[in-house]
């Protein structure tokens, strides 16, 4: 026979829980920046890049392989900036790097207590600079929208 005490403990654990306590799938999150890569030749045009490492300078583990046309990648929500390298393998030589600076503000949103803060950002006049001064593969970027809060649209192109 289970004593009473035990039975209303049980229950109380059971009933004490409030749907703030579990963050469910699809519960908007912090958005990530799309990045699409474009022909700076014929700027209406994707252009995949092969093999390209994405390194988040100032940010731990955050070195990413890609191939393709575009990427999501997160910006800090610590700092008013982010900072990434991007390095191509290439024939001749066989790396070549830049590195850009996006410059943004950051507004955050009470969520609920399991979730937490969700960040929209927006970027800043003038929203990036490169960093690397010598001959790279990137040829311009262009801001496509100014304010970051889905993933559902690009942000940022580069062109190379």
């Given at each position: 026979m289970i004593?009473r005490?035990l039975?209303f403990l049980?229950?109380?654990?059971l009933?004490?829980?409030?749907k703030?306590?579990?963050?469910?799938?699809?519960?908007?999150a912090?958005?990530?920046?799309?990045?699409l890569?474009?022909?700076?030749?014929?700027?209406q045009?994707?252009?995949?890049v092969?093999e390209?490492?994405?390194r988040?300078?100032?940010?731990?583990d955050?070195?990413?392989?890609?191939s393709g046309?575009?990427?999501?990648?997160?910006l800090?929500n610590?700092?008013?900036?982010?900072?990434?390298?991007?390095?191509?393998?290439?024939?001749?030589?066989?790396?070549?790097?830049?590195?850009?600076q996006?410059?943004?503000?950051q507004?955050?949103?009470?969520?609920n207590?399991?979730?937490?803060y969700?960040?929209?950002?927006?970027?800043?006049n003038?929203f990036?600079?490169?960093?690397?001064?010598?001959?790279g593969w990137i040829?311009?970027?262009?801001?496509?929208?100014?304010t970051?809060?889905?993933?559902?649209?690009s942000?940022?192109a580069?062109?190379?």
């Open positions: 004593p005490s039975i049980m229950s109380m654990i009933f004490s829980c409030e703030d306590d579990i963050c469910l799938e699809g519960t908007p912090t958005p990530r920046m799309i990045v890569f474009k022909d700076h030749e014929n700027p045009a994707k252009k995949e092969s390209l490492l994405i988040g300078l100032g940010l731990v955050s070195l990413t392989s890609f046309d575009s990427i999501a990648i997160p800090r610590n700092y008013e900036f982010t900072q990434y390298e991007f390095t191509l393998r290439t024939s001749s030589p066989p790396l070549v790097s830049d590195s850009l996006i410059n943004h503000r507004f955050d949103t009470y969520i207590r399991a979730c937490g969700k960040s929209t950002f927006v970027f800043e003038p990036q600079y490169k960093i690397t001064k010598d001959e040829k311009s970027v262009e801001k496509i929208r100014d970051l809060s889905d993933e559902e649209n942000h940022l580069i062109y190379h």
